[in-house]
């Protein structure tokens, strides 16, 4: 029997560690750091997930089979290559290859040169070149933090006032740390939003079916980005032909143009892109499972995935391994008040168990934390309720549902996950 680590303390990780949890080969999950959900087969480590020498020391320690990486930054700060000069197995991209997300420059330059459909674009390290390129090309006009942001460090600006808040914010205030050192500055797309994921072993890559995210908080897409709050799998608008597109000019150039830097890709490649008809251009590359998306994808996977994930690190991912259940995955995220700017920890959160009775309902905690036995927000994104449907209609009453039993103060979601026009 196999023991797993996933490194991560989200949703997306929960997720994961949920359904390596269900794998008849797998006897023990640990998440490090985890939260407030883990139970029964899944136990948090305290090790936080940028902790390079801890988590190697945990995974010799206790011999574990096989490591996820969940949470970007781990990548970046080089634990998938500590493990593999330990000769440790482990899942997920290289601080070479974590490239194509850690820098947004990094990657828009690879697709330039790749030929891979995407934006127009500058990248500057001065504000005012970069102001002033971007009052050339109109509005709106979209502002990038060059670095890991957690999601939010993408500015859709409207007007020259937005333009100076957004580059004062990322280039002089430096709310997003170094990352802001520079900025990508892309002409905005229009269409819809589509999630693409596909799993590389280096040589070979499967795709998984195309999911939505909701980025903006509020419902109707207003107000800022956040890391996402809810998404649905799959995007029934988006026909075979479009999906090939997408695996020949788009997933394999750019996992082409990595190995060819020497930045090979061994893990999940997330592009999310903007489909406008017939045409289809990258928002930006992500080296990582989404966070909300993962939270479907796992409820629609039909497959083990401790298996897959396994073959994937060792270079014989195979097709065959991986299914998909037929009907619909949605999750609705539920928010702490103030989220994504300031948000105050330690609400008491109650009926998360009433809900989670309800028929086809799976919780995935993401900010939470137990405290003398009281659940308690931790977090900006507190849960993900997801559920399934033979129908969207289906899931997404069920989830809604299971929505209306759990409370804390202040707690915000959207109302209209998966109802975008079609």
């Given amino acids: 029997m196999a023991t797993t680590l996933v490194i991560g303390n989200g949703g997306r990780e929960q997720a994961l560690a949920w359904k390596l949890s269900l794998s008849p080969s797998v006897e023990k999950v640990y998440v490090a750091p985890g939260n407030g959900g883990s139970k029964g087969k899944i136990e948090n480590v305290d090790i936080g997930f940028e902790d390079v020498i801890n988590l190697v020391k945990f995974a010799k320690e206790n011999n574990i089979d096989l490591t996820v990486i969940g949470q970007e930054s781990a990548s970046e700060a080089g634990v998938v290559d500590a493990f593999n000069e330990e000769g440790l197995t482990i899942f997920g991209p290289d601080k070479a290859a974590i490239k194509i997300e850690s820098s947004k420059a990094f990657s828009k330059d690879l697709m330039k040169s790749e030929n891979i459909p995407t934006a127009e674009y500058r990248n500057f390290t001065d504000s005012q070149e970069a102001k002033k390129y971007a009052l050339s090309r109109g509005f709106p006009i979209v502002i990038k933090a060059d670095g890991l942001a957690g999601g939010k ?73 956040t890391g996402g709050m809810g998404a649905y799998a799959p ?138 036995g009281q659940l308690l927000t931790a977090g900006g994104r507190v849960l993900n309720v997801t559920s399934t449907g033979e129908t969207m209609d289906e899931a997404l009453a069920k989830v809604y549902k299971a929505v209306d039993l759990i409370k804390f103060d202040g707690m915000q979601y959207r109302t209209d996950i998966g109802k975008r026009p079609q």
């Fill in 153 to 225: 460090g993408v500015i859709i600006a409207n007007n020259e006032e937005e333009i100076d808040k957004a580059l004062d914010q990322i280039m002089i205030k430096k709310i997003f740390g170094l990352s802001g050192d520079k900025v990508v500055i892309e002409d905005f797309l229009r269409g819809k939003e589509a999630s693409m994921h596909a799993l590389s072993d280096g040589t070979n890559t499967v795709l998984f079916p195309p999911s939505q995210d909701h980025k903006q908080i509020f419902d109707n897409d207003q107000g800022p980005n």
């Fill in 235 to 372: 995007v029934n608008w988006m026909d075979e032909d479009q999906l090939n597109y997408v695996k020949e000019h788009i997933v394999e150039p750019a996992l082409k143009g990595l190995k060819d830097r020497d930045r090979e890709f061994i893990g999940c490649l997330y592009p999310g892109l903007m489909v406008k008809q017939d045409e289809i251009k990258v928002v930006e590359f992500n080296g990582r499972f989404g966070d909300p998306e993962t939270e479907v994808y796992m409820r629609l996977l039909d497959g083990d995935l401790y298996e897959i994930l396994l073959a994937c690190a060792k270079g014989n991912l195979d097709s065959s391994m991986i299914n998909w259940k037929s009907g619909y995955a949605v999750t609705v995220v539920l928010a702490s008040p103030g989220y994504p700017g300031k948000y105050d920890k330690g609400l008491p959160i109650s009926g998360v168990s009433d809900a989670e009775k309800l028929e086809d309902i799976v919780i995935f905690h993401a900010g939470t934390e137990i405290k003398d």
